[in-house]
């Protein structure tokens, strides 16, 4: 079995050292200082994950700040960036659950987006 150490602090001036646990119970035995021993760490239970339903999707006109769309799927969101001049006219958001606010996507996530707008329309 592996020895368990602790950190005895009981030296003057030079430190705490580790010491083996019986060491410190017979010295505690004797009279000395009481010794405290952490419990075993331990992990915490995961988290279910929650099941995601659909992204729910906001289209905004960047000039106007006109909402052009408000809770589409990403067949609709898709759809009517086939409309827009350029992936920078419009601003695209997404709806988060855990934040309860719309989250605008990453430059990259709307050129995703834009990408497939442009590859349906041919």
Do not use: C, N
């Amino acid at each position: 079995m592996a020895r368990e150490w602790i950190l005895d602090t009981e030296t003057k001036g030079t430190g705490a050292r580790m010491v083996p646990l019986e060491e410190a119970e017979r010295k505690q035995a004797a009279g000395g200082q009481s010794v405290i021993v952490a419990p075993e760490h331990r992990e915490p239970p995961p988290k279910p994950a929650k099941p995601r339903g659909p992204r729910r999707f906001k289209v905004v006109d960047v000039m106007t700040r006109q909402v052009l769309g408000e809770d589409l799927d990403a067949r609709a969101t898709v759809e009517l960036l086939k409309g827009a001049r350029s992936f920078v006219d419009v601003s695209v958001y997404v709806w988060e659950d855990e934040a309860g606010a719309w989250q605008q996507l990453t430059q990259r996530e709307q050129r995703m987006l834009w990408d497939r707008a442009s590859a349906e329309r041919g």
